[in-house]
């Protein structure tokens, strides 16, 4: 399986051909966040609960 099948925005789901993406590593674990999202990620990341596994406990920058 090619694994760049698996490179998509955590939240809006686009790939590597159609945003730029930033790999974030997290508990063993290997994410992909576009520049759109980082924000979200940074400001507020409870938002991505569900998305990315204890977001919600996160503490926001």
Known sequence: MDKNTDK???????????????????????YYICPQHIPVLIHDPAQLEGLLPGAGTMQAG
């Open 8 to 30: 998509v925005c955590l939240v809006c789901k686009q790939d590597e051909n159609q945003v730029p993406l930033v790999q974030v590593d997290f508990k063993g674990n290997n």
